[in-house]
């Protein structure tokens, strides 16, 4: 399916609030994905992404289309789905190791800012 069929499908749904992208593994395919997240913003709706990945081993892959990902997710929910710490009183996610990420305070604060119902935490992203 191309962008431009997936973003008609969404605007066809006026009660939608965001996107979410999530499995396989949206960081596979970014480069599509960071356009159709840029079309979803201009639009007004929000960007929701999971990924079995950590954000920090996002940022240190330096790839120009995975960047351009992280810059269109605003909520960004990390880490694989480990059984052995299966939870499911967590909000958005599945086991505790994941963390939801506020992206849009995380770029504008330069650390990684956790949002979620249980706990609020903030983690320093090394220079």
Do not use: W
């Not at 979620?116 to 903030?122: G, S, Y």
């Amino acid at each position: 399916m191309t962008v431009d069929s997936l973003f008609r499908r969404i605007c066809k749904n006026p009660l939608l609030k965001g996107v979410t992208f999530s499995g396989g593994e949206p960081f596979c395919q970014p480069g599509p994905l960071a356009e159709l997240g840029r079309m979803v913003h201009e639009r007004g709706l929000d960007v929701t992404t999971y990924t079995g990945y950590l954000y920090e081993e996002l940022l240190d892959l330096h790839r120009p289309e995975v960047d351009a990902l992280l810059e269109q997710t605003d909520i960004l929910v990390d880490g694989p789905f480990l059984q052995e710490q299966k939870d499911l009183t967590l909000h958005f996610r599945g086991s505790r190791n994941q963390r939801v990420i506020n992206l849009c305070e995380t770029r504008r604060l330069h650390k990684v800012v956790l949002e979620d119902l249980e706990e609020t935490d903030e983690f320093p992203l090394e220079p």
